[in-house]
Structures are given as C-alpha cells and as structure tokens.
C-alpha cells in the first residue's frame, strides 16, 4: 500500500521538511519566519495524527506505513531540534539526548526485528506521548514571541521540550529493558 492516503500524508510530512527549515534562509525579517516556520510546523505535525486516523478509518493500515511513520516523525524533529539549535533556542544537550534517543532505538528495532524479536520493542503509548511531547513543544520554540501579547513561547517551549527529554530517557529505558532478554540470550 505504497500510494494510500495516509501513506501519501506520510510522505508529505517528509517532503515538507525542507520548506520548514528554508523558511529561516528565505530574505524575511526573523519574527515573519518564525511565524510561518511555526504554521507549516503545526500543519505538518498534524498529518501524523491524521494518517493513522485515515488508515484505521479507510482500513488501509500497511506494514510500510508503520515502518514510514516513525522514519517522518523522527526526520521532522531532528530537523527542528537542528535548526532551533543553530537559532539557540535549544539547549545543545537535550537535542543530543532526543536525537541520541532516535537513532539508539531505531538501531534496537532494527536488531530485533533481525533476530526474529521485534514484538519486544514495538512502538508503545509511552513512545507515542515522547512524539506528541516533542511535536507540541517544537512550534513554542519555533515561534519565540510573545503569543496573544502574554504568553511566553520560549519559554513554555523550553519547559515542554525538558518535559519531552525526560519522556525521550523514559521511553529509551522502556524499550531497552523490553529488549534487555533477547540481548542477554543472543550475546552468550
């Protein structure tokens, strides 16, 4: 199911990635490229709750579609986290710690899934909250003003993205203590 809707939605995620990173190299003024870098973030976020959602509905679940999700959430974050790093609007150590956390558990997954052990490390509600955590705190930090004139966005962003750290460091620890078994049998 490689042209379904919700796998089309996954793919624009992907392919939007750019256009919300270039917002920040285009000739504007920074306050109108937080703006729309914000907006484009938020509407690109939005089609990883409505793929899912489309494939349960429309009954066009596919095992591509599983593998591609997490692959387009995973690029879309640490593209933001790259750029709000380069704009220093992130600390240097929490980017480390959720992009460190990606490719550890992609590596784990992939390990498991190759000997045969991939239901122990199968995407999990802590998982998905760590997602929902990063993706809610990423536009507060893309936007860096003040929003309806009171509310401090860098720093609500910067506390939801500390909340995100800590779920990231949770979830990695779930997961590798799931997978801790096969580990122990395979290395001996």
Do not use: C
């Not at 939007?16 to 000739?27: D, E, N, R, S, W």
């Not at 729309?36 to 066009?60: E, K, P, S």
């Not at 998905?128 to 003003?145: E, R, V």
């Not at 720093?155 to 995100?164: D, F, M, P, R």
């Amino acid at each position: 199911m490689f042209f379904t809707l919700p796998t089309l939605l996954t793919w624009a995620r992907i392919v939007a990635i750019p256009l919300v990173i270039g917002i920040f190299y285009l000739p504007v003024d920074l306050r109108s490229a937080n703006l729309w870098a914000t907006l484009l973030f938020i509407v690109v976020a939005a089609t990883d709750w409505l793929d899912g959602y489309l494939a349960r509905r429309l009954n066009q679940t596919s095992s591509f579609g599983a593998f591609l999700d997490p692959v387009a959430d995973k690029l879309l974050v640490t593209a933001a986290l790259l750029v709000l790093l380069q704009l220093d609007r992130v600390n240097a150590l929490v980017a480390l710690i959720i992009i460190g956390r990606e490719i550890t558990i992609s590596a784990l997954r992939e390990w498991m899934a190759q000997i045969g052990a991939s239901r122990s490390v199968a995407v999990h509600m802590l998982g998905k909250l760590k997602t929902t955590a990063q993706l809610a705190a990423i536009p507060f930090l893309l936007y860096d003003g003040l929003l309806f004139g009171v509310i401090d966005t860098r720093w609500w962003g910067t506390v939801a993205i500390l909340v995100a750290s800590v779920l990231t460091v949770w979830s990695m620890a779930y997961y590798l203590r799931k997978a801790l078994p096969e580990i122990r049998a395979k290395a001996r």
